[in-house]
């Protein structure tokens, strides 16, 4: 294997741990999304940032080597693999970014339906004649009769 295609393969299998990594976070962001427990979303989301940024680096990377190839499309990419040992690891790789674009998108819909529940219930709180929501968001007292009071005030 020349030079070329071995440095090929490295950025490749690169993606392919990358991917993996980043699909166990999308399946630990849903397990949580799905469990309702948003106060663990925040360090999912760091460890998603970094290996996106690792995922976009190695991207560039196979790109430049594509370029000095002469290859400008994924159409010429595919054609150019045809005979190569790197085919499957290519097929591969392109499995795994099919299978994080579903679960990110399925994560998505779950953080939009969770959205839609909040808002419902918000104008419920917030609308109904029989309301029983007293305070506002800021804790202050929603009828002026009452001054204004935030819970906990003298």
């Given at each position: 294997?020349?030079?070329?295609?071995?440095?090929?393969?490295?950025?490749?299998?690169?993606?392919?741990?990358?991917?993996?990594?980043?699909?166990?976070?999308?399946?630990?962001?849903?397990?949580?999304l799905?469990?309702?427990?948003?106060?663990?979303?925040?360090?999912?989301?760091?460890?998603?940032?970094?290996?996106?940024q690792?995922l976009?680096?190695?991207?560039?990377?196979?790109?430049?080597?594509?370029?000095?190839?002469?290859i400008?499309?994924?159409?010429?990419?595919?054609?150019?693999l045809?005979d190569?040992?790197?085919?499957a690891?290519?097929?591969?790789?392109?499995?795994?970014?099919e299978?994080?674009?579903?679960?990110?998108?399925i994560?998505g819909?779950?953080?939009?339906?969770h959205m839609?529940?909040v808002?419902?219930?918000?104008?419920?709180?917030?609308?109904?004649?029989q309301?029983?929501?007293?305070?506002?968001?800021?804790?202050?007292?929603?009828?002026a009769?009452?001054g204004?009071r935030r819970?906990?005030?003298?």
């Amino acid at each position: 294997m020349s030079d070329r295609l071995q440095e090929l393969n490295h950025l490749i299998e690169a993606e392919r741990t990358g991917y993996l990594e980043l699909i166990s976070l999308l399946e630990q962001e849903q397990r949580q999304l799905i469990s309702g427990t948003a106060h663990k979303l925040e360090a999912i989301a760091q460890k998603k940032a970094q290996a996106l940024q690792e995922l976009d680096s190695l991207g560039q990377q196979r790109g430049d080597h594509m370029r000095v190839l002469g290859i400008v499309s994924l159409a010429a990419w595919r054609k150019w693999l045809a005979d190569k040992p790197l085919l499957a690891a290519w097929l591969g790789l392109e499995v795994l970014v099919e299978k994080a674009k579903l679960i990110n998108e399925i994560n998505g819909k779950l953080i939009a339906i969770h959205m839609e529940q909040v808002d419902a219930s918000l104008e419920v709180l917030f609308t109904s004649d029989q309301s029983t929501f007293a305070y506002r968001r800021d804790g202050g007292a929603r009828s002026a009769v009452t001054g204004g009071r935030r819970i906990g005030s003298a």
